[in-house]
């Protein structure tokens, strides 16, 4: 095996690990309620939900709203909990439902 | 340029010659003045752009030449006894992150009883921390050891911290002519530190991660081998030296007068002037007795003592310090390194926070052993008779 | 490059990855020097690193002394330019076992951001009681029991002691808004010299608090001023967070379990009432009612 001096890492190699999984919830973004004002995406401690582009408002704006990154999201529900405009509710996941 | 200085003086001067970037110390004594020295000379502004921080603790100092070095900084610190075990954790950390620290350890014992003086006790206490270890006998030796330990440390096949060790009071406060080195030879010796590898936002490394069992032994043997790769490497410095120096310390050891002795006897530090001393008597009056410098401590020259005592019966080592339940620390070593050799190995332990060794004793000492008037194995010597009561 | 990235062990709710994102999106690239802890475990395994900034972790109690390395070493060699350095260390790292070097670094002045996460309790090793642990708190080094009711002395007041040794900007904050953290990582670094953030954050496991519950406990802990938001610069008190209808603290104790022994212990309304002293007092020193 390869080891590195004194154990030096690269940067950012957590990305490989999947921590999708631990969680039995999982948030579902209520996309016409989301207000893309990005409250969500800087309490996420998992650093998995991003704010993206879904075409224009009526007033010609661009519209984003908020997306999760399944891989990462360990279900902890902070977003949907600091989310001010209903548009995150947490869903069960299948494998744990009774 | 030959000058007559005290030892802390022809550390400080030859440290300054080696351009570090961080030096950072706290005082302690028998090692105070050698960075009090440093810090006139960066008063006086004579260490370029290196930083001189004085730390709260040894515990802080080598802590902060462990955040130096990751940033590629050549980094320099001294110390002795306490501020050594004080420093002893950090000091195992940055050996395993592979920290090119150089030290030098102003030899002193540790407490309790509190002692200033010298002994080999608290560079021992070091021994199985992935540091280098080698030890002087005079001033003229530690200065002309500086640049070396440095190019030996921040080689890319050793990267390890490196020790220095001279006797406390005994070499660091005495008087010697010490042939100054100038910066252009030092210069041309040793090349600026060269990182293999170091903490940059251009390329963000993360130092210091911890190691699961899947990979934790594989590291620690990766400082285990390049500790015995660093035995050729030091080597090789050491002959570079009395290339370019004109000053030929030998190798890992020094051995004189083995090939054909009975008896060789063996020292380490300021002890070895008076013990080789000893031994050019003991030949003269006939004596079949061979003398051993040992030099490097870490890694333990262990293939070029074997074969220097390879002709003797016995073999006494002058102790400085101790293993409590044990042998004393270069005995063990001694022992392990001509353990297929049937030699009778005598360890008499002296000098123990500075206790005085003199001339009569290591005669003594000796000619016992030649007499067979000694039994194998550690003893103290110069020891006075004591009963320990309660109170 | 992202300074900080997912797939790190950090448990579900943690406030520390909230509180390390916040203030890296504040300071932008910087060096990090990270003590032994939670953090550290959750984020620098080798071969899994979640760092996208320059990171070394030592030990447990030197992260304060090997930032001040790193920070004389870019000085000595001429690349102060490429970011700042940045502590991270929990509260026992800071309070208890590091104080000796980040007394140090303080008091030599060196030009170095410290953040202490403060998740009230050496949490990575199970809970036990730290300088910072607030009274009340069953810990496992500090059990409730049929005589004592957790721990029983106050927090360690980090604040006074760091502008004790003259830091140029102090302040404290709270995971439970992060955008006052990054506001305050990018203020704090307008100054030169030593400065101090001491971030509350949730320990979900450590606290017994429900992960959803994480930040309503942690704004809790404002709104009940228990943990005052203040911010100090050059040693003048320049900003704190006001709050309105100040809660009792019970509010902020019932919602976590390592508090939930002081509703019943003979000791307990004696706790309570030393907790809403504390809080009161806050109140008063830093004007917080609104
Ligand atoms: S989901 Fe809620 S918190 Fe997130 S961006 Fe949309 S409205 Fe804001
Ligand atoms: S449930 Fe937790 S981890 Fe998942 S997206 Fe929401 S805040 Fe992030």
């Not at chain 3, 790190?8 to 060096?31: D, M, N, Q, R």
């Not at chain 3, 930040?215 to 943990?227: M, R, S």
Request: charged share 25%; hydrophobic share 40%.
């Amino acid at each position: 095996m390869k080891i590195t001096l004194g154990a030096v890492s690269r940067p950012l190699e957590s990305l490989k690990i999947k921590t999708g999984d631990w969680g039995t919830e999982y948030p579902v973004i209520i996309e016409e309620n989301c207000k893309g004002c990005g409250d969500c995406v800087v309490y996420c401690p998992d650093l998995c939900i991003e704010l993206v582009e879904v075409g224009k408002d009526e007033k010609g704006k661009v519209r984003k709203v908020a997306k999760v990154n399944y891989d990462y999201c360990k279900g902890c529900g902070t977003c949907s909990v600091v989310c001010k405009h209903e548009a995150i509710k947490m869903e069960i996941k299948e494998l744990y439902r009774g | 340029m030959m000058k007559v200085v005290r030892g802390f003086y022809a550390v400080a001067y030859s440290v300054k010659l080696c351009r570090p970037d961080v030096i950072c110390a706290y005082p302690i004594t028998p090692q105070s003045e050698i960075v009090e020295n440093i810090a006139q000379m960066y008063a006086n502004g004579e260490l370029g752009n290196c930083e001189y921080i004085t730390a709260e603790s040894e515990f802080g100092a080598a802590s902060i030449l462990v955040g130096a070095s990751a940033t590629g900084a050549r980094t320099y610190t001294a110390t002795c006894s306490q501020g050594l075990i004080l420093m002893s954790e950090v000091l195992w950390n940055a050996a395993g992150m592979r920290l090119p620290i150089v030290l030098t350890i102003a030899n002193r014992s540790l407490s309790a009883p509190l002692s200033i003086w010298n002994d080999h006790q608290d560079s021992m206490a070091m021994r199985d921390a992935g540091i280098i270890q080698m030890y002087v006998e005079n001033n003229q030796e530690v200065h002309d050891m500086m640049p070396q330990a440095f190019k030996i440390a921040e080689n890319h096949k050793v990267m390890l911290p490196m020790m220095v060790c001279m006797d406390g009071y005994k070499l660091t406060h005495a008087y010697e002519p010490v042939d100054l080195l100038n910066q252009e030879m030092v210069d041309e010796f040793l090349p600026p530190y060269d990182p293999p590898v170091k903490m940059t936002t251009k390329d963000p490394y993360t130092f210091g991660s911890y190691a699961t069992p899947a990979s934790y032994m594989e590291f620690r043997a990766a400082v285990y081998n390049a500790m015995e790769r660093s035995k050729k490497i030091i080597e090789d410095v050491y002959k570079e030296w009395a290339e370019v120096s004109g000053r030929n310390w030998g190798g890992h050891i020094v051995a004189e007068n083995c090939e054909d002795a009975d008896v060789c006897v063996m020292a380490m530090g300021s002890l070895v002037g008076l013990v080789r001393e000893v031994v050019k008597e003991l030949r003269g009056e006939g004596k079949k007795v061979g003398f051993i410098k040992i030099r490097t401590f870490r890694p333990f020259p262990a293939e070029e003592i074997a074969k220097a005592v390879d002709n003797c019966q016995k073999i006494i080592v002058f102790e400085r310090s101790l293993s409590m339940g044990s042998d004393a620390p270069v005995t063990l070593d001694v022992k392990s390194a001509i353990h297929k050799k049937a030699i009778d190995v005598y360890s008499p332990v002296v000098g123990l926070g500075g206790r005085d060794v003199p001339h009569k004793l290591v005669k003594s000492t000796i000619e016992e052993v030649i007499e067979n008037k000694a039994k194998p194995g550690t003893y103290f010597k110069g020891l006075k008779d004591y009963e320990e009561v309660i109170v | 490059m992202k300074l900080f990235g997912s797939g790190h062990g950090a448990c579900p709710g943690c406030g520390l990855p909230i509180a390390v994102k916040s203030v890296l999106e504040g300071t932008g690239p910087c060096f990090v020097a990270n003590a032994t802890g939670c953090l550290e475990i959750i984020s620098s395994q080798y071969g899994k690193s979640a760092w996208g900034v320059p990171y070394i972790h030592s030990v447990f109690e030197n992260s304060a002394a090997v930032a001040a390395g790193i920070e004389a070493a870019l000085k000595a060699l001429g690349r102060k330019d490429e970011g700042p350095v940045v502590v991270f260390a929990g509260d026992g790292a800071t309070a208890d076992i590091g104080i000796g070097c980040l007394s140090g670094m303080f008091d030599r002045g060196h030009d170095i951001l410290y953040v202490c996460l403060d998740n009230e309790a050496y949490q990575n090793t199970g809970n036990q009681q730290s300088g910072l642990t607030p009274p009340g708190s069953n810990t496992t080094t500090t059990p409730s029991g049929k005589v004592l009711p957790g721990k029983i002395k106050p927090k360690k007041d980090m604040v006074s002691i760091a502008l004790a040794h003259k830091a140029v900007y102090v302040a404290t904050a709270s995971v439970a808004y992060p955008r006052d953290i990054t506001r305050k990582a990018k203020r704090a670094l307008e100054f030169e010299g030593p400065k101090y953030l001491q971030i509350h954050s949730v320990c979900v496991t450590g606290w017994g608090v429900d992960g959803k519950q994480a930040i309503p406990v942690a704004k809790l802990a404002v709104e009940t001023a228990l943990y005052p938001l203040v911010e100090y610069e050059n040693g003048q008190l320049v900003r704190v967070k006001k709050i309105k209808d100040r809660k009792p603290v019970e509010e902020y104790l019932k919602l976590q379990r390592r508090f939930r022994h002081l509703f019943k212990h003979p000791k307990g309304k004696e706790v309570i009432a030393e907790l809403q002293k504390i809080a009161d007092e806050n109140a008063k020193k830093y004007g917080l009612d609104a």
